[in-house]
C-alpha cells in the first residue's frame, strides 16, 4: 500500500477527511468561529468599547491567539450591530509593509480608498496612486446587512513605485478626510491593526507615539484595534509601556490575553477535528483526552505550539497508521516529530536553543557564563537572532524569558 | 625657543624652523605625576599623621578615577571629579607639607631632552593620551615654548575649560593650515568634548556649547571617515556625537549614532567603552519609552560595569534601573538596584547623588509599605 493510500486510509477510519490543525487560524470569519473557543471575558470587555468607538490594544504572549481573537471579535461587532440595523464600517489590517507611521497610514488607505472609490472621487483618486504601488494585496470583503468587514493583508514595498511618481502628498491629512468620509458614509469606523506586535518593538513605538493622534482623533465614532505583545525583557517593562499609553489616553481597555488553560485547549482540538468530520462529536478522537493534556504542557499552554505539535503528531500517526494517538502511541510519535525538527536545525541554531534550554531560558538577566558559552559580551548581541527565532523556536515567557520549543528533543539524545 | 606659543609655531611653518622636544614617556603622563605624587604626600606625612586617612580616601579616590579613566577614555564625570579630588588633595598638601599637591617635585629623572630641527611640513599632529594637547612630529611630542611652563599651561588647561577650549581651537587652525587631517579630527574631537563638558558645568550656556561640540565632533567624524581611521577611534567619536545629540533632544540621532558605536565596541570586545554606551542607550530608550530596551540595555551596561569592577559605572546604572523599577511598580526590585547605587556613590563621595537616591529610596520603601498594607506581591 502507498503511502498516501494508507494516510488516507488511516484519517478515514478516524472518520476524518483531513488533519485539520493549523498553526495559524483561518481568516474567514466564518470558518474561525467554527473553531474559536473561551475567551468570553475578554469579548465582553472589548464588544462595547469597540461599539463605542473607543480603542483597544489586545496583547499577549507570542501565539497567544491574538489574531484569532481579534478576527472573531470583529466577526462578533459585524453580527451584533448587523442585528441592531446600524451601518459600520470595519477595516482589518493583517499585515503590512514597513515600520513607520507613513507606512501604516498608507496601509489603512489603501482599503479605505477602495471602499470609497465608487462614491467619492477623491478616494478613487488616492486608490489609483496607491495600486501604482507595486505592493500585493489580499482583500475579503464580508457585508453583513448595512455592516462591511474588509479584510486586507499587503505585501511588497511601499518604495518600489515611488520611482515612477506614485506619490501621495500629506499622506495624513488625506487619511484624515477618507476616514471623515467614511464616517460620513457608515456612521461609525473600526480599524484593527494586527501586525503591530510582529514588527520590532522600537519601531512600533515610533509609529504609535507618531499617530497618537490619529488615535485620539474621532473617539465615540470611530475606534481602533491594535495588537501589542509581552515584551521579551521584562513584565515590568510591559507594565510602564500600558502605564504610558493609558497616560496618553491612546485605549480605553488594555485586554490581556492568558495562556488557554488544558480544557479550553481540548474544546479547541475537538473544534477543530470536527471541521474534518462528517458528524461532529464532543470528542477529540483520535487523540485520548490524556494526550491533548500532555500536548497542551508541552505546549506551554499556547495555542499555535499546541496546534503545531497535534498537527505534526496526528499526520504522522495518519503515515503510520495507528489507531489511536493514546499513551501507548504518542510517545514514539512524538520522538519522531522531534527528530524532523532537529534535522532542520542549523548547527549554530541547535546549539543555542540547547543553551537556553540548560540555563533555564534566555532573557536580559542572563547570567555571564551563559553569554560566554554564546560567544558574546552582551544580551544586546543576541538580540537580532533572538528576534527571528522568537515564534516557533524560541517561546517567550511571560516574566520575559525565551524558552526552546517542545519540538526540542533531549540534549543528551541529539549530541552532536 | 624659549616662551614659543601655538602662533610661533605658525609662524616656523614658513619660516622652515622649529624645536622638538623628545621626553621620556613616563614624565609625559601627567596621570603618572599624580601618582607619584600620591606616594611621596603618603611618605612625608607618613601613616600617623592626623590626616592620614583623609589623604589614604584621596588616594583610593584619585586611584580609582585613574584607572577608570586609562580603561575607557575621560569622561566629563571622571573629570570632574577627578579636578575636585586634586583641588582637595591641594588643600591637604598645602595645609601639610607646605606645598601644592600639583607642585610637589617628580620624582622620576629618567627624562631625556632633545632638540631636533627639521622641515615643518613634517609635522604630523596627534593627541598624547596624558595631555591630550602635544603635538607629535613622527609620534615624537613637540612642546611650544619652554616646556615646563608649556605643561602647566596644559595641566591648567586642562582643569580650565574655558582655557582649554581656546588651546584646542588654536591645535585645530593649525591642524588644518598643516592640512593634517588627522590632527585636525582628533583635536575637533577634543574640542568637542571640551565643550560638551562645558555644557555640562554652564547649564546656563548649555544649548550654544552643546551647538559647537556637535560641529567640532561632526567635523571629527568627517576626517576620521575620509582618512579611513581606526573603527574604534571612529566608534568613540560617534559615541561622543551620540552623547552630545543625548544632551541636545535629537534623540534618534543620538540612538542611531550611539547604535553605530555600540556595535563596533561590541566586535572589537572594547568593554568600558561598550558599557558606556550600553549605558547611554539604556538612558535614552528610557527617555524614547522604548522601555523594553532601556531594560536590556541598562542590564547589559550592568554586567560589563561588574565586570570591570567600575564603581562609579554599576551606581549610574543601577540607579537608572532602580528608578525604572520604582516607576513600574517594583519597589522591592527598586529597593535592591538603589542600594547599590547608593553603596558606589557614598564610597565614590558623590553626595549630590547619595541625597537623590536616598529620595528615591523613600519613595520605594513607602510604596512597597504600601503594596504590603493592600496585601499586594511589592
Known amino acids: 500500500m502507498s503511502s498516501i493510500s494508507r494516510y488516507r486510509e488511516t484519517l478515514h477510519r478516524w472518520g476524518l477527511t483531513d488533519v485539520p490543525f493549523r498553526a495559524a487560524p483561518p481568516e474567514d470569519p466564518a470558518e474561525l468561529s467554527r473553531i474559536f473557543y473561551g475567551r468570553q471575558r475578554e469579548l465582553d470587555l472589548a464588544l462595547p468599547t469597540l461599539y463605542e468607538g473607543r480603542n483597544v490594544l489586545v496583547r499577549g504572549l507570542w501565539g497567544v491567539g491574538k489574531t484569532a481573537f481579534i478576527l472573531y471579535l470583529l466577526h462578533r461587532l459585524q453580527q451584533e450591530t448587523a442585528a441592531l440595523g446600524e451601518q459600520m464600517l470595519i477595516l482589518y489590517i493583517g499585515r503590512f509593509p514597513g515600520d513607520s507611521s507613513e507606512a501604516l497610514y498608507r496601509a489603512l488607505l489603501l482599503p479605505l480608498s477602495e471602499t470609497l472609490a465608487d462614491a467619492e472621487p477623491e478616494a478613487r483618486r488616492v486608490y489609483d496612486v496607491l495600486s501604482g504601488f507595486q505592493v500585493t494585496h489580499s482583500r475579503q470583503l464580508q457585508v453583513e446587512g448595512k455592516v462591511d ?34 464616517q460620513e458614509q457608515y456612521g461609525r469606523v ?3 491593526v494586527d501586525d503591530l506586535d510582529k514588527k520590532v518593538p522600537r519601531a512600533v513605538h515610533n509609529v504609535l507615539d507618531d499617530a497618537t493622534d490619529l488615535l485620539r482623533r474621532g473617539q465615540g465614532k470611530r475606534g481602533f484595534l491594535l495588537t501589542g505583545r509581552f515584551t521579551s525583557a521584562l513584565r515590568a517593562t510591559s507594565a510602564l509601556q500600558d502605564i504610558s499609553q493609558q497616560m496618553l489616553g491612546l485605549f480605553s481597555e488594555t485586554i490581556i490575553l492568558p495562556r488557554m488553560s488544558g480544557d479550553e485547549l481540548y474544546h479547541i482540538a475537538v473544534n477543530y477535528l470536527n471541521t474534518a468530520r462528517e458528524r461532529p462529536s464532543g470528542e477529540a478522537a483520535p487523540f485520548t483526552p490524556e494526550v491533548i493534556s500532555q500536548i497542551a504542557e508541552y505546549a506551554y499552554r499556547i495555542p499555535r505550539q499546541f496546534n503545531l505539535i497535534c498537527e505534526k503528531v496526528m499526520r504522522r500517526g495518519a503515515m503510520n497508521g495507528v489507531k489511536w494517538i493514546d499513551e501507548q502511541t504518542f510517545p514514539a510519535l512524538w520522538r519522531t516529530v522531534q527528530d524532523e525538527f532537529v534535522l532542520e536545525l542549523t548547527p549554530d541554531v541547535r546549539r543555542l536553543l540547547y543553551i537556553a534550554r540548560r540555563s533555564g531560558g534566555l532573557s536580559a538577566d542572563v547570567d555571564d557564563a551563559t553569554l560566554a558559552q554564546l560567544d558574546v559580551e552582551t544580551y544586546v548581541e543576541l538580540l537580532p537572532l533572538l528576534r527571528s527565532l522568537e515564534g516557533d523556536l524560541l517561546i517567550p515567557q511571560e516574566d520575559g524569558r525565551l524558552l526552546p520549543s517542545a519540538f526540542l ?8 | 625657543m624659549q616662551g614659543e606659543t601655538i602662533e ?14 623628545r621626553q621620556h614617556k613616563n614624565t609625559s603622563d601627567l596621570w603618572r605625576q599624580y601618582e607619584s605624587g600620591l606616594k611621596q604626600l603618603l611618605t612625608k606625612l607618613g601613616s600617623d599623621h592626623l590626616r592620614s586617612t583623609e589623604l589614604l580616601i584621596l588616594e583610593r579616590r584619585l586611584l580609582e578615577n585613574l584607572a577608570r579613566a586609562r580603561l575607557y577614555g575621560d569622561t566629563s564625570t571622571s573629570h570632574i571629579e577627578r579636578a575636585q579630588i586634586l583641588d582637595a588633595l591641594d588643600r591637604l598638601a598645602l595645609e601639610t607639607v607646605g606645598r601644592k599637591f600639583l607642585a610637589l617635585p617628580s620624582d622620576s629623572t629618567a627624562e631625556t631632552v632633545a632638540f631636533t630641527q627639521g622641515p615643518v611640513e613634517a609635522v604630523s599632529f596627534t593627541r598624547d593620551p596624558a595631555t591630550g594637547t602635544i603635538a607629535f612630529v613622527h609620534h615624537e611630542p613637540i612642546v611650544i615654548g619652554n616646556r615646563d611652563d608649556m605643561a602647566q599651561r596644559l595641566l591648567e588647561a586642562v582643569h580650565e575649560a574655558h582655557d582649554a577650549i581656546e588651546l584646542y581651537g588654536r591645535i585645530v587652525a593649525i ?51 575620509a582618512i579611513k581611521a581606526a573603527p574604534l577611534l571612529r566608534a568613540r567619536t560617534r559615541y561622543h556625537l551620540g552623547r ?41 530608550y528610557y527617555q524614547t519609552e522604548d522601555f523594553e530596551s532601556a531594560y536590556i540595555y541598562l542590564k547589559d551596561a550592568l554586567r560589563l560595569f561588574r565586570r570591570l569592577g567600575d ?49 528615591l529610596l523613600g519613595m520605594a520603601d513607602r510604596a512597597r509599605q504600601a503594596a504590603e498594607r493592600m496585601g499586594a506581591t511589592p
Open chain 2, 311 to 359: 564603581t562609579d559605572g554599576i551606581a549610574v546604572t543601577q540607579e537608572a534601573l532602580g528608578s525604572m523599577e520604582l516607576q513600574a511598580a517594583h519597589p522591592s526590585d527598586a529597593i535592591v538596584s538603589l542600594r547599590e547605587a547608593r553603596q558606589g556613590y557614598v564610597a565614590l563621595q558623590r553626595d549630590e547623588r547619595v541625597r537623590a537616591v536616598d529620595h
Open chain 2, 8 to 21: 610661533d609655531l605658525m609662524a616656523a611653518r614658513h619660516t622652515g624652523r622649529f624645536r622638538v622636544v
Open chain 2, 244 to 284: 552630545c545629540y543625548h544632551q541636545s533632544g535629537r534623540w534618534p540621532e543620538a540612538i542611531a549614532l550611539l547604535e553605530q558605536a555600540r556595535e563596533v565596541f561590541a566586535r572589537h570586545k572594547a568593554r568600558p567603552e561598550l558599557a558606556h554606551a550600553l549605558l547611554e542607550l539604556g538612558q535614552l
Open chain 1, 149 to 182: 468587514l474588509q479584510l486586507v493583508s499587503i505585501g511588497g514595498s511601499w518604495e518600489r513605485g515611488k520611482d515612477e511618481g506614485w506619490q501621495i502628498q500629506n499622506t495624513y491629512t488625506v487619511l484624515l478626510r477618507l476616514l471623515d468620509l467614511a
Open chain 1, 190 to 192: 473600526i480599524v484593527a
Open chain 2, 175 to 225: 591642524a588644518r593650515e598643516l592640512n593634517d587631517q588627522r590632527a585636525e579630527a582628533l583635536y575637533s574631537q577634543d574640542l568637542g568634548l571640551a565643550l560638551l563638558n562645558l555644557a555640562e558645568s554652564e547649564p546656563a550656556q548649555s544649548q550654544a556649547y552643546l551647538s559647537r561640540a556637535a560641529a567640532a565632533l561632526q567635523q571629527a567624524i568627517r576626517l576620521l571617515d
Open chain 1, 409 to 416: 528533543p533531549d540534549e543528551e539524545e541529539h549530541s552532536d
